[in-house]
């Protein structure tokens, strides 16, 4: 059996806050998971029921992200934040260092809201992108 543990990209702890507003999907969104989470925020979580599982599937889900994306300089809860609370600033565009779309998100409140909703389906993959690169420029 391998005792191996796996560098952590994703926090537990926020999948647990994120699961407080989780009839929206947030914390599937935060672990990966894009089309559950779409389900969960035009559902309520499935009517509550999934909402509340996912309480006992968090773990399952923070591995499995983990696994799935890459560990880097950028930090995925602190992209994460910034989206879902300051995301119409664009202020999680300017930490993944995408300046002209921060700025463009600046003044449009989020791409007239458009940005923000692509944001939420595809923010793991776009930091695993960047670090994945830089780590293979590290390795270089």
């Known amino acids: 059996m391998n005792n191996t543990t796996l560098p952590s990209t994703h926090n537990k702890l926020a999948g647990y806050l994120l699961w407080i507003f989780g009839f929206t999907g ?4 935060y672990f990966g ?3 559950t989470g779409i389900l969960w925020f035009f559902t309520g979580g499935l009517i509550g029921v999934g909402w509340l599982i996912d309480l006992f599937l ?3 889900m923070d591995r499995q992200a983990d696994r799935r994306f890459a560990q880097g300089r950028l930090d995925y809860t602190v992209a994460w934040v910034l989206l879902t609370f300051l995301g119409v600033f664009g202020l999680h565009r300017f930490y993944l260092g995408k300046w002209v779309t ?3 998100y600046l003044v449009t409140g989020g791409g007239f809201l458009i940005g ?3 944001d939420f389906c595809t923010l793991n993959t776009q930091i695993s992108e ?11």
Do not use: C, D
Not at 26 to 29: E, G, I, K, P, T
């Open 33 to 35: 998971k894009t089309k």
């Open 58 to 60: 968090i773990p399952g």
């Open 116 to 118: 923000i909703v692509y």
């Open 26 to 29: 947030a914390h599937r969104f």
């Open 102 to 104: 921060g700025l463009l």
């Open 130 to 140: 960047i670090n994945s690169a830089e780590n293979s420029r590290a390795i270089v």
